[in-house]
Structures are given as structure tokens and as C-alpha cells.
């Protein structure tokens, strides 16, 4: 928390030095006086403006307030800051209702994990900012090329990338429990049969589990999805219209996972790990957790706990496919399309995507920004955890999820529909056939015009 403020004291006293001059100019009281003869008096002030801006409450509404300071000393104006508590099922129907009665802000934050941010782009809660970056030639090959397409709409683009990442494809290993069992520790060319190796000779069941794939903990699609891609499918077609977990590949990968948790008892089912991986490994019970580039908040909690221990991050091992599994992720901002403060809130959007807060969002909001300048940097490569996530950043798979940009419904469903298979009360083979009825309901309903 000392580092957060001080960080923020460092980079308002870096604006202040560059324009505290103009500031202190533009807050200065100035006499007046009346107008000379045959000259038009001056225009009357503009009312100062307020920008309201919409995240989930937590960390990262923390860092918007935090650094939303700056951005109010710079342009003279205030920021309203209205957090939403909850998660993903609390915020979105929230910003909906908001949006149904004229109050949401002129800024919000969103994302595409669960197609929310396709939602609010296809029912007209958003500003396309296509004529925005063409009037100010703002140059969107600063981010990723794939930051900014996937944020395209029919053509559109409605959002800025803040905050990017690989997907689900890191893990997280305790280097002392490796150094207990006397084993060495994986490289990046390990496979899934090192990963199991490896996880049966760290199991001592049930004080302490060799890995868990963190299923079964609710976001079961952005989780296994990853285990899909390396042995070389999707949990969708294409299209994102049709559900192919009975894939010869997905039963493969099935079968695996289920043999993991079953036959060789490699790790904890989440009915044996109710207090979740996380806790499990930062407690020390369990050797390697899947987890996303926030896993690094894990390893620094560990530092910071009664009981710390070595720690070092890793991708997924290469599958049968000859590649890793990942999926890229994005959280935009975005302008709702209601505001009358169109060019402020732009500015805004800017500010928050430049370089020094996407490397702040790293270490203050978990993951960094969607600039190559952000991920390359030297503050962030100066972390060997960094440095390895980078390469999955570098080679992940696209985003694809439900063409009809039910993401949330279908993740829910596959989370439930799923669990029997990794608690072990049915097999791939008896459950996936119900799984794909299910999730195939989800796919086949229209687009929605509610959350």
C-alpha cells in the first residue's frame, strides 16, 4: 500500500514539474475589468466539467481514483468515481440499468472475457471512437495489433485496450516444496506428461497436492480452454456458434485432466479444495496452481506472509498440439455513447492507455497495459515472472468466444455442467454428450438485448 501512494506522489509531482506553471496560471484569481468602447465583452466561463466513471469496486477502482487524480490536476476538471460492488454479475446489469435511465458514466470500464463489452458495442451503450482517432491521428500501433481488432464491432472500434493478458496459461510453483521432494525444477519446453510426473511426486494427499487446474472455481470456459488449444481444438468452432467439446482433441484433453485428478490423485478436485487453489498455494499445501498473469499478486503475497517460500512463475507445459494454450484477454474503457462530454472523456481514455500507467496497472491493477512499450519495459522485465509471462503474451491464441455474446450465460453453465467430471462422479465419455446439449441451448439463443 506505501508503494501504491508513493508511486502516485512520484507522478503527480512529475505533472506538477512539467506544468505546475500553467496550472498555478489557470488557478490564479484575475482582475477584471470592463470591456474597452466598441469591443465585445468576453464569453462567459464554461460550467467545469465532471466526468462520472464506472469499475467494479477493488483494486482497480482504486488505481482509476488513485491515478484519476493526475488526470483532474492536468485538465481542471473533477472525476466522480462510482465503483460497482460484486463481480461481473452485479456490474454489468448495473451499468444496463444505468444506461436505461440516463445516468451511466461517461466512462466505464469493460471487458471481453465473457463478451460483456460485445454486448454493450452491439446495443448502442458505447461511442464508436473511429472519427475520434481519425480527428486526432491518434495512433492505435502503439498497442497490440490484436488489442485494438478484437475490440472491433462490425468494423467499429468502441473501446481502448487499458489492460491486456495471455489468458489462463500460467502457473505458479512453490520452489521449496521442489526442493523438498529433491526435484528439479520444469523448464519452458516441459510437456503434460513432466507436468503430471512432476505432480504425483509432489502429492503427500491430502496435506499437500501436486497441481491444481483452478476448475471447477467458476470461469471453467476462459480456464479449460486453454488445455483445449494445446492439444489442438477450441471449446468452439470457429464461428463461436457451436460447442465441440466431443472433439477427438477435447477428449483427449477430458481424459487427461480426469486421469490427473482420478486415477493418479495429482491434485485436489475442487470439492477438496473449497478454499480455492489460490489460498491452497499461498498456504503452502499445494505445489503449482493454474492461474493468469496475476498470479504474480500471488507470489508477492507469499513474500509478504507469516510463512513465505520461494516462488517462481511458469507457462503450461507444451501439449500434444506442439504449442502452449492460451487465449488472449482484454479489459477496454469505453465512452458511453449518452455523454456530452465527448472530447474530455477521450482524453480520458487516453490518459489511462498511455505508457506509464500500463506499466503501473501491472503492480497496482495485476495486469499490465496492451502496449508492447508497457510489456517490454524495463521496470516490468526487471521481474523474472514478468519476463516468462511476457512470452505467452507474445504467442497467444486469439479470443473467441459465443457469437452471440452470451459468455456470461455460457460460463456459468459449463462451470456446473462440468464439475462432475472434475470431482470424478462421472467420466468424460458419460458427461460430455449432456455438457454440449447444454451449452449448445446457450449458443443457439440470439443475441441479447439484456444482460
Known sequence: MTTKLSRRDVLRAAVLGSGGLLLAACQMPMATTAPAEGQEAAPA???????KFHARLGGQSDYFEQQGEIFEEEHGITIKHEPV???DAEYYPKLQALFATGQMGDVVWSSIGRSQYYFQAANAMLL?????????????GQFYATATEVLRLEGNLY?????IHHGRSAIMMNL????????????????????????????????????????????DFLTYVCHAIAFGTHVLSPDGATCILDSDQNMEALQYIYDFYHTHKAGPTPAAAKEGAWTMWTTGR???????????IAAA??????????????LLPVGPSGKRGSMYENDPLAINSQTEHVDMSWELLKFYCNRENGVLAANVAAVPGGRPDVWASPELMADPDHRVFRISMEEATPFLGPDNFRGEEMNNVMSQIMTPIWNGDKTPEEQVQVAIEAIQVVLDKPRPDKI
Open 286 to 296: 499445494l505445489a503449482m496452481f493454474q492461474v493468469g498473469y496475476w498470479g504474480r
Open 45 to 51: 466561463a464554461q460550467e467545469p466539467i465532471t466526468l
Open 159 to 163: 473501446g481502448l485496450p487499458w489492460i
Open 301 to 314: 503475497q507469499v513474500r509478504e506472509s507469516e510463512n513465505p517460500f520461494e516462488s517462481a512463475g511458469i
Open 128 to 140: 464508436a471512437l473511429d472519427d475520434l482517432v481519425e480527428r486526432d491521428n491518434y495512433d492505435l
Open 85 to 87: 460492488p460484486g463481480g
Open 176 to 219: 521449496d516444496l521442489f526442493e523438498k521432494a529433491g526435484l528439479d525444477v520444469p523448464t519452458l519446453e516441459w510437456t503434460y506428461s513432466d507436468l503430471l510426473e512432476l505432480s504425483v511426486a509432489l502429492t503427500e494427499e491430502p496435506e499437500q497436492y501436486g497441481t491444481s487446474f483452478s476448475l471447477g472455481q467458476s470461469d
